[in-house]
């Protein structure tokens, strides 16, 4: 009918648009890996100075951590977690990885025992130094903020999801968002000298205040919003507002710039 010949058209002339304007990959940047059968690969993260690359395999609950060096080729395994099993869901929210801004640590999140781990792998020294994170019940994401004492986290405490600044060394948190909006994947950004973190959320307008779950009735996509440390007042920046759309993965790119996917 005539109805779908035009959703048919639409979408078609919309994906050969996106097709026009995508960046084609330059074969000779990937990383090359042999897939192993039930194995996936998830959680790659460059490191800042551009020698390594960090990404996590999980083969059916199994889960290592591979650090590869750029330069020599050579890859390792720095750590293993998890065991082995199909008769459970397989958890790919962890590990989570992240680099010290200088390169010199890569750090990972992970479950043990029932409690929420951080370990830092010294690069230089090829030691590892493990701590507990005791304040939530669930780490979704995490980011280094400016230097390699604090990290931005999007982690679930008292059911909610919201944004935190937690100090390593002294295991403290400053809270960001307290309301029952899903507040994901923040990362620490520098704008015209201000310090912030972006953050995707699917809030209904860029005032902060503390709201309980009353109604399962709100918007599931989500817009990025950034929050600024120096002031630390309750007023969000909205970055995009694109009703339908949903834009995630923030991404410090360069000297005032950033990335997201939409």
């Not at 890859?75 to 869901?89: A, D, L, N, S």
């Not at 986290?153 to 100090?167: E, W």
């Not at 309301?179 to 902060?208: H, K, W």
């Amino acid at each position: 009918n005539e109805t779908m010949q035009n959703l048919y058209k639409y979408y078609v002339n919309r994906i050969n648009t996106q097709i026009k304007v995508a960046v084609t990959r330059d074969e000779g940047n990937l990383v090359k890996k042999k897939e192993k059968k039930e194995t996936d690969y998830y959680q790659a993260h460059i490191s800042p100075n551009g020698k390594f690359v960090a990404y996590a395999s999980n083969n059916i609950g199994r889960y290592k951590i591979h650090l590869k060096d750029l330069e020599t080729n050579k890859t390792k395994v720095i750590y293993r977690g998890g065991w082995r099993t199909k008769t459970q869901w397989t958890d790919q929210s962890i590990p989570l990885i992240a680099w010290t801004p200088k390169s010199d640590k890569l750090s990972f999140i992970y479950d043990k025992r029932a409690v929420i781990r951080l370990t830092q792998y010294d690069m230089e020294k090829k030691k590892k130094e493990t701590s507990r994170i005791e304040k939530f019940q669930k780490v979704f994401s995490f980011s280094y903020a400016g230097d390699s004492k604090k990290a931005v986290l999007s982690a679930m405490q008292k059911g909610q999801t919201d944004v935190f600044l937690y100090t390593i060394p002294s295991q403290t948190v400053r809270q960001i968002t307290d309301d029952y909006y899903d507040d994901l994947q923040p990362a620490y950004v520098e704008v015209n000298g201000e310090n912030g973190i972006l953050f995707a959320s699917n809030r209904e307008d860029d005032t902060l205040r503390k709201a309980k779950y009353e109604s399962q009735v709100f918007d599931k996509h989500t817009d990025l919003f950034f929050y600024n440390l120096d002031y630390g007042d309750n007023v969000l920046y909205r970055i995009t507002k694109t009703p339908g759309a949903n834009e995630s993965n923030p991404q410090p790119f360069s000297a005032g710039y950033y990335s997201y996917l939409s």
